[in-house]
């Protein structure tokens, strides 16, 4: 078994994945594509160090993952977007995640100038209040809150090494064992969205440690995958994953509390967008969410796998 490897998610990711793939172009690496339509195949070509599935279907991004790990005999995986390149070599990385207590370790995301992209790299779980205020848009007018501070970790020196909670999985290693233990990303987070929070959620309940290393820093673009899904998809799945964690990891009372905040934040973004757009559309698209909140917030738990397929099927 080779000590480490990267695995790449793509999903139209042509016009960045050549750069990526460059980057760390000195390990073993398993691309997995979840059906892309843009020429991303293509852009891979026939590199001597990748490997690549081609999904004929978009899997999600977590059963991607698990493919690409499954098939990578690596000790060590680092997990990387599309968007992302290696700026400095991965060695510390690979150090820390060898301690005996630390199983997850991350670097520092930068953006185009070199400047660290606070509030996204690392974050503290969420809590009720985070996703409650997250889905009213609080946190959004109000950035300097102290719910919003805490959550972004805006209290953290981005050039100081640390014991963290939930690094971005944009760039994130760990020990095969670990994602052993834990059965691997769950898929259920589909098609994307909050898999690698409970990833580290699951891994700290063990008593796994993540560790931040900005010594070892990588360019992050953002967002090129999602930019092609509409509005309507992306609201429907960034709540139905958002529901679903809480679910997973609140008591009752704070997830329907969620579920709450989710559906009346809809309702205020559905106003909001009818005027701004002079345009009955926002309704349609809010509406969907509004549901889904509802639903969860009165019926309760979703406990089975694709529990919420149907809502995701409406969306396509």
């Known amino acids: 078994m080779i000590p480490a490897g990267v695995v790449v998610v793509t999903y139209n990711s042509s016009g960045v994945i050549g750069d990526c793939l ?3 172009a000195s390990l073993p690496i ?6 892309s339509s843009d020429g991303t195949l293509d852009a891979i070509g026939s590199r001597a160090n990748v490997r690549l599935i081609a999904n004929s279907r978009n899997r999600g991004f977590a059963a991607a993952v698990n493919q690409g790990v499954a098939s990578l005999d690596a000790d060590l995986i680092l997990l990387l977007n599309p968007d992302v390149e290696l700026r400095t070599s991965i060695d510390a990385l690979i150090e820390a995640c060898r301690s005996p207590e630390t199983g997850i370790a991350a670097g520092k995301l930068v953006d185009a100038s070199g400047r660290a992209q606070a509030g ?4 503290r779980f969420p809590q009720p209040a ?11 007018l109000w950035r300097g809150n102290p719910v ?37 990303f769950d898929e259920r987070f589909h098609p994307l969205w909050f898999e690698d929070v409970d990833f580290c959620k699951r891994a700290k ?21 999602v930019a092609g899904l509409n509005s309507g998809c992306r609201e429907l799945y960034w709540y139905a994953s958002l529901l679903r964690y809480a679910s997973k990891h609140f008591r009752s009372i704070g997830y329907r509390g969620v579920s709450g905040a989710v559906a009346l934040g809809s309702v205020l973004r559905a106003v909001a967008g009818v005027f701004q757009l002079r345009s009955l559309k926002p309704i349609a698209v809010h509406a969907r969410v509004v549901r889904l909140a509802l639903h969860c917030m009165f019926s309760g738990r979703v406990r089975k796998p694709g529990g919420w397929a149907g809502y995701s099927k409406a969306v396509g």
């Open 22 to 24: 460059d980057s760390c």
């Open 30 to 35: 398993v691309v997995v594509d979840n059906a």
């Open 120 to 123: 996204f790299n690392v974050r």
């Open 130 to 140: 985070t996703l409650a205020f997250e889905a009213l848009g609080w946190n959004r």
């Open 148 to 184: 919003n501070r805490r959550y972004r970790c805006l209290d953290l020196d981005p050039e100081q090494q640390a014991e963290v909670e939930q690094p971005a999985g944009a760039f994130l290693m760990f020990r095969r064992d670990v994602w052993e233990r834990l059965k691997g």
């Open 205 to 225: 309940d063990l008593g796994v440690r993540i560790r931040y290393v900005p010594e070892v820093v990588a360019c992050h673009v953002g967002g090129h995958s």
